[in-house]
């Protein structure tokens, strides 16, 4: 028995080994799989009605997985406690943890999130309903969602229904159907029931499907939604590549409307008003900011000093963040600083009331460690300067020696000249015959005695005789420069004749000297004296602006003596020259932009790639002129300042007022040198959803998921190895 079955391995191994020898590639495993996966079996099923349970499966004919279930997934009517979303296997299981309501449609839309386990094919845009009632609801609403500021998409802000009219109920009650957007600020609300609605937009901070919080995004819409449907028919392209098609396939379809929501997204001021963070970076300031904009400047007051007059208050324009400069050094040398800091602030009830904050700021950089950056600052100071001294004595020292070997070879040069010319004739000598026999003395006999013992001195020290002359042991350390002010000026070497120079610097300034500006322009060959101005921003208090009637193809030129500008410290600026070069008419493009029935005060703004404005320029008689622009592509946006402050401005639900209308011209505009372009523009031609350019949006849609076309990548490898 045992020899048989030793007989029978030998065989199989054989058999193995040459089946091996036989295929040394990789064996081919067939065709892969690029199906979708399927529903085979639900439990409730699909579209039950009278149905109560809160656990579903969904049953599928291969291995699946969820792709970001809880971004993707979403159970309307909302459910205030998270329902358990999971997959295993062929199945998925969803528990529900809220109650169940009466005769309601349930939905749980999967979007795009149910894939095959291996190559994760998608199933496609697919949503499980049942119903608690006799009938389910079928409708469906579909919109987008905007940024009101800039028109760009929200990503994975939730849209809901409501079909009571009230504006309270956004404030009472969680949304009845509910819906999140995806990538392109798109959204679906399915499961709806005949009726009429109105729909709003929410960021949800605290995931309880009703606007309770200021600072939340929201957006809301007067129009009532009415849901409709029809059959339709849509062309479907069949792809033969990536480039060419097959044939277009008209697809029958039921068509929901409305399908053209648009809803205008914002965030309130006003919002809770608390204080952030407090910091105190370096001794000499300190910085306060606070979680939304305010109207005033909070109080400090200080028990060891005048805190009214001890600071130069640096605010931004919201008054959100604030810089206090401590002005006096015996202030600020103190490494803790004790205030009490009194500001509005929002209590408990989201009221504002006046709140009372001590304050115990500790420098980051204390007094010791200041003292000593400023003694190893000096002490290096003081052991460069000694170096570059020494140096400079080296220097002076080898020039010497070089004039005096200059000196003497010229002088041998010049001897050897008269030798030779005098060569034929006797040399005559004035000397006494004796004298002129008497060896020199050598250089060693010319030395004094105490100047030799120094030397033999010195060598038995190991000391190299010095051939400079630098007394190192008396050197006397000059005053370390003067620190100036640190400043930022605007480009001057070829400015637009509408451009002006701004000094931005790095602390308050105390004073300024106009008399220390000296500004010419250049007539023919000469500069005469101009007119200028100088402001201090009335925001930043570090900011100035040299303002000149600027001609074109002109040159200026700007000197500015040193301690033009003073810092609160005492730094002055140091003197600058510049020399300021306005540019020709003829490199700049001009645009005239005509705002076509449009009724309101619009502000036109000019922009670049990322919506940075270039200019803004206020419509006059519908019409908003730009002119010395730089060549370039461009792009336009126009907002109704309906309050003529000349911003835009957010919107407040309480009181129902939307934010200013902002519009997108939808073309790039290509502006060339000596062209003047008249662009007509109605605002309100296009959807607010197809205005902006695809080339200012931030916001990218989703990357769209489809089958795996690998089979015929394979079969293309195949015929090309062929």
């Known amino acids: 028995m045992f020899r048989r079955t030793a007989s029978i391995c030998a065989v199989m191994m054989v058999v193995l080994l040459v089946l091996s020898c036989a295929n ?34 969904l049953e599928f004919d291969e291995n699946i997985k969820l792709d970001n ?6 159970v309307s009517p909302p459910q205030l406690e998270m329902p358990e979303i999971s997959a295993m296997g062929k199945r998925i299981t969803i528990e529900l943890m809220d109650t169940l309501k009466d005769s309601t449609t349930y939905t749980i839309d999967f979007s795009d999130a149910i894939e095959d386990n291996n190559e994760g094919n998608p199933m496609g845009d697919y949503a499980f309903a049942f119903s608690t009632g006799d009938r389910i609801d079928t409708f469906q609403m579909s919109g ?74 929201i957006a809301f819409s007067d129009r009532l939604l009415t849901p409709s449907a029809k059959p339709d028919i849509r062309p479907d392209t069949v792809w033969h590549d990536s480039i060419h098609y097959d044939s277009i396939v008209m697809t029958p379809y039921m068509h929901f409307f409305p399908d053209d929501i648009v809803l205008l997204a914002f965030t309130e001021t006003g919002q809770d008003q608390y204080l952030l963070k407090k910091e105190r970076e370096v001794l000499n300031k300190f910085t306060i900011c606070f979680s939304a904009p305010r109207d005033t ?24 963040t604030i810089t206090y400069w401590i002005r006096d050094s015996l202030i600020y040398y103190n490494d803790t600083l004790n205030m009490l800091l009194y500001y509005m602030g929002t209590d408990t009830n989201g009221v504002l009331v006046q709140m009372v904050d001590t304050m115990e700021l500790v420098s980051k950089v204390s007094k010791e460690r200041f003292d000593k950056q400023r003694k190893r600052e000096y002490e290096d100071w003081a052991k460069q300067s000694k170096k570059d001294a020494e140096a400079e004595a080296k220097k002076k020292a080898r020039e010497l020696r070089k004039k005096e070997e200059d000196a003497k070879a010229e002088a041998k040069a010049k001897g050897e000249t008269e030798n030779t010319e005098t060569s034929e004739e006797p040399q005559q000598t004035e000397q006494p015959e004796e004298e002129s ?23 038995k020290k190991g000391k190299k005789k010095k051939d400079y002359d630098f007394d190192a042991d008396n050197f006397v350390v000059p005053p370390m420069p003067e620190t100036f002010v640190g400043v930022r000026v605007s480009s001057t070497s070829a400015m637009a004749p509408d451009q002006n120079i701004e000094f931005i610097f790095e602390e308050p300034i105390d004073t300024f000297d106009i008399n220390a500006f000296h500004f010419t322009i250049q007539v023919d060959s000469t500069f005469q004296p101009a007119d200028f101005m100088i402001l201090r921003d009335s925001i930043n208090i570090k900011k100035f602006t040299f303002y000149a009637e600027w001609m074109p193809d002109t040159t200026y030129q700007l000197q500015i003596d040193t301690g ?30 005509n705002l076509d029935n449009f009724k309101g005060n619009g ?66 505009l290509n502006l060339r040198a000596m062209w003047e372009v008249s662009e007509h523009w109605t605002p309100t031609a296009r959807p ?21 076309t690998r089979n015929e990548q394979r079969a293309k490898d195949k015929q090309n190895k062929k």
Do not use: C
């Open 24 to 57: 040394i590639g990789t064996p081919d495993g067939g065709p892969y799989d690029e199906d979708p996966p399927k529903v085979v079996r639900t439990s409730p099923k699909e579209y039950a009605t009278n149905t109560r349970t809160k656990k579903i499966v």
């Open 297 to 320: 400047l909070p109080l400090i007051v200080a028990t060891d000093f005048d805190a009214s007059t001890a600071f130069v208050t640096d605010a931004n324009q919201t008054n959100d």
């Open 603 to 668: 502000v036109v703004e000019l922009l670049k790639a990322g919506d940075k404005v270039v200019k803004s320029a206020r419509a006059i008689d519908n019409r908003a002129d730009f002119f010395f622009i730089t060549p370039g592509d461009y792009y336009i946006r126009m907002f109704d300042d309906r309050n003529r402050n000349g911003k835009w401005d957010t919107g407040e639900f309480d009181s129902h007022t939307q934010p200013e209308d902002m519009y997108y011209y939808h073309k790039e």
């Open 69 to 74: 279930a809880t971004e993707k997934v979403m």
């Open 688 to 708: 607010r959803n197809e205005q902006k350019p695809e080339k200012l949006i931030k916001q990218k849609p989703d990357k769209q998921k489809s089958a795996k």
């Open 437 to 459: 026999e008497q060896p020199e003395l050598s250089e060693e006999s010319e030395k004094s005695e105490d100047a030799k013992k120094s030397e033999q001195s010195e060598k």
């Open 144 to 217: 987008t969602v905007l940024n009101a500021e800039n028109l760009e998409p929200i990503k994975g802000i939730l849209v809901g229904l409501y079909s009571e009219k009230e504006d309270s109920v956004f404030r009472t009650k969680s949304f009845e159907r509910v819906s999140r957007t995806n990538g392109s600020g798109h959204f679906t609300i399915k499961g709806i029931a005949p009726g009429e609605y109105r729909a709003y937009a929410l960021t949800d901070q605290n995931q309880n499907f009703l606007f309770d919080q200021k600072s939340e995004q």
């Open 564 to 593: 033009a500008f003073v810092s609160i410290y005492g730094h002055r600026m140091a003197g600058q020259k510049k020399s300021i070069k306005i540019k020709s008419l003829d490199t700049y493009s001009a645009l005239f932009v």
